[in-house]
C-alpha cells in the first residue's frame, strides 16, 4: 500500500471481525483548506474494512498483501464504495470497521467451502469523538484454491482469476523483452505495456528474475536446437506455454513434425491473440486447453494426434516451482508413457529445495522469493534433485545446470 504508507496511515487495532486504524492529518492528506482529502479518506476507510474482513479468514495470507508461503490464501476485491462526508476532516481520522458477531461463522463457512463471499461493512470516520464521515464497502473474497479451479472452464473462469494469469504471463513476457541482447524482439509486443511496466518494476525490487528467466530461456532454446540437429523429424510439446515466443524463432525449421501447446483455456486464448500474424508455420501447431491437476495431459496429447514413437522434445519451463511434488510426480508419470521413442527429451527447470526454504543465505535468493510471495506467485516446491526415487523410475537425467551458468552473478 504504497500510498498510504506514504500519508502514515497506520493499523492501530485489530480483533476479530474488528479494525481500527488511523490516517493523520499532514500535509500529505490535506488540502487547500487544510483538511483532509475526501478520497484519501475513501482509501483509508476501504482498507479498513478490508482488514475487519481478513480477521475472519483465520491466518490464512490474503493475497497480495501478505507474503504466501503455499498456494492457499484469500483473494480480495473492492465491489462497491458508497460514503458520506458529514464534515471536514480537520484532524486525525479515525476509522473504524465493524463486523457484527452472528455473520462471523456464515462468512468464514462460505469462505473455506471455497464459495463467493459478498459483504459489506460499514465504516465510520472520526475526528476524537466528531462523526467526520460513514462508509459502506462491499467486498467480494474467495479462496484461492476454489478460485483456480473456475480456470478448468474458460466460460467460468472467474474474471480476477484471469487477471491474475494474464499479468504474471506479461510479466514474463516484458522480462524477456528487458533482455540487453534483444534476442527476443517480438516479445515486447506480446508483453503490451501493462508487461513491460510490470517487468520493470519487478526489476527494481527482484532483478534476479529477469536473469533467470534468460537463462532458462536461453537454455532451453539452445537444447532444443542441439535436439532438432539431431533428428529429421520430431514434435515439440510445450507445457504451460503461456506467451512463450519460442514458436518464432523456431518455425524456420524444416523438420518439425508438429507443436502441441498446453495451457489453461484462458491462457491459450490470450496468446492466439497476442501471437497473431506471428504464428504461421508450415507445420500444425495444437493448442489444448488443460489443467493439469485434473491429470489428462497424456490422454488429451494422443487425442490430438501426437505419435508417443515418434522423437519429442518436450518443454516444461517456468512451472514445476508452482506444483507439489505428487502432482509434478502425475506430470512426469504422463510425459514418460508418451516417450515410447528412447530420443525423446524432457527439458525442465527447477528450484532448489533450500531456496524454496529460505535456507540459502543469500540475501537476494531469500528477497526474491520474499517478492514472489507478496505477489501472490510464490515458489511452493523445490528439490534437493528433481529424480528422486519415484522419478527415478521414469526417467534418467542427461544433462542438468545451474541457471547462473550465462549471466555474471
Ligand atoms: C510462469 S508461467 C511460464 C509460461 C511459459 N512456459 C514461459 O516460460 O513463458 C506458468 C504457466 O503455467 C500455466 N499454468 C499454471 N497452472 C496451470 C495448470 N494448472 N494447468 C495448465 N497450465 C497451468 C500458466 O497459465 C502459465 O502460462
Redesign the pocket.
Known sequence: MPVLSFLKWRISKIERGFTQTVLPLNVESSNQYITQQAALMLLAADYTGGIALCTLFNEIPVMGFHPMQGDYGAYMWGAKANIKWHRPSADDLTCEAVIPEEEWGKVAKRFFEGRDVIITIPVIMRNGDDLVATADFTYWAKNTHAL?ET?RDEEKTHILYTHQ?KT??QL??GL?SLNENHNDPIAEDVAGKQGLILAKKFCLTAPQLQQM?EA??EH?DRSLELFAKKHSSFSIV????????RLCRFKHLNNINAVYE???P??LSLRSEKLKGVDDTDFPVHRIA?????NVLDDRLLKAGLDPQQPIFF?????SM??YKEETHQTFTAIRKLMQNSESLLWLDYTSKKVVADETNIQEVEDFMANMRRMG?PFIQGYETILSSENSRLFEMKHLTSSDYCVDK
Open positions: 483456480r480456470a494469469i504474471s504471463a514474463i513476457a524477456r528467466v532458462r530461456t532451453c510445450n507445457i504451460g506455454v503461456g506467451l512463450d515466443t498446453l495451457d489453461l484462458v491462457m488443460i489443467d493439469l491437476r485434473e518443454i516444461w519451463e517456468g512451472g508452482y506444483f506467485e
